[in-house]
């Protein structure tokens, strides 16, 4: 199980929460995306945004009662824009977030269980030049019940690169309730995650947290082809490297809204289509997220083509 509580991307808030439900063995996993903007010829204020992901976990200790996972995380975010941002500096054209993870869990019955995970990493125009753009993220995780469909789960978490209460260590608490096998929720603070079969091959899947959300409105085609609407926000926080204030982070915002097609390749392996339009973009640093904030550079809208390919075995 590999747990982040950095609320700044929705894919990581999702693997978070979606953890919570997932009892079964551990799993290696792999996932590559990238989404590009096409240029548009002869439009000065053109500023492509493209991005690559690629997310690898993977046991090192499959004993049931103990499992162990290593887990390895990096993006490049490329903006093209000569624009300035607030405090004067230009943006850079270039940023990138690696990070490593241990995850530990320890099974101590059916009703019980607890675990910790550990991550260091670095997220700016300049991985790992100097202390300045480091990451770091811990979290413990307990949980105790009789009750077969739900159970609470109480956290703590330290981050310091979070877009809430960022430097603090934070107390959370999460209410699991799987009903049945076409129903998963996760209700806490300071987030919730909703997935569920409500119709003959219709399913959806809900998650909000602070500044962040998802809607997915799926429906199955022929076979295991699904065809999906999606609504989403994002934010993403890079330190870079030349700033004038070590406590200032250069924050990227952004909303989705997306049409794809998804379906397994092969037993181990999934695929993924989509093609959409990127709005409500902006950039700006400061020493805290402030989505409300007048020093933002503001993007144009978009159009981008994506793929994400999966793979768990």
């Given at each position: ?16 929460l979606s953890e919570f439900a997932n009892f079964g063995p551990p799993m290696t ?11 548009i010829e002869g439009d000065r204020n053109d500023a492509p945004v493209n991005q ?262």
């Amino acid at each position: 199980m590999i747990i982040s509580f950095n609320f700044i991307e929705v894919s990581q808030a999702q693997e978070f929460l979606s953890e919570f439900a997932n009892f079964g063995p551990p799993m290696t996993n792999l996932k590559f995306s990238a989404t590009d903007e096409p240029r548009i010829e002869g439009d000065r204020n053109d500023a492509p945004v493209n991005q690559q992901k690629f997310f690898l976990s993977t046991p090192i200790n499959k004993v049931p009662t103990d499992p162990v996972s290593l887990s390895w995380k990096w993006s490049q975010l490329n903006i093209t824009t000569d624009q300035l941002l607030n405090t004067g500096a230009p943006v850079p054209h270039h940023l990138y977030e690696s990070e490593y993870s241990i995850s530990y869990k320890r099974n101590e019955n059916p009703k019980k269980f607890w675990g910790v995970t550990l991550s260091y990493g670095s997220a700016s125009d300049q991985l790992f030049r100097s202390y300045k753009t480091t990451t770091l993220n811990a979290t413990y995780y307990f949980s105790e019940s009789t009750d077969p469909e739900g159970r609470w789960i109480w956290l703590i978490n330290y981050s310091n690169n979070r877009t809430f209460a960022n430097g603090i260590p934070i107390l959370g608490v999460a209410y699991l309730f799987t009903p049945s096998p076409e129903f998963t929720a996760v209700f806490g603070f300071p987030f919730a995650f909703i997935k569920s079969k409500f119709a003959d091959g219709w399913s959806s899947s809900l998650l909000l947290g602070p500044y962040i959300y998802k809607l997915e409105v799926a429906k199955s085609l022929k076979g295991p082809l699904q065809a999906y609407f999606a609504l989403e926000n994002s934010n993403l926080s890079f330190f870079r490297e030349e700033r004038s204030d070590e406590d200032d982070r250069l924050f990227y915002s952004e909303s989705k809204a997306l049409l794809g097609m998804k379906s397994p390749v092969t037993k181990e392996m999934s695929l993924d289509g989509f093609v959409g339009l990127s709005f409500a973009r902006a950039l700006y640093e400061n020493d805290g997220f402030n989505p409300t904030s007048s020093d933002k550079i503001l993007l144009e809208n978009r159009w981008f083509t994506g793929i994400q390919l999966s793979a768990r075995f």
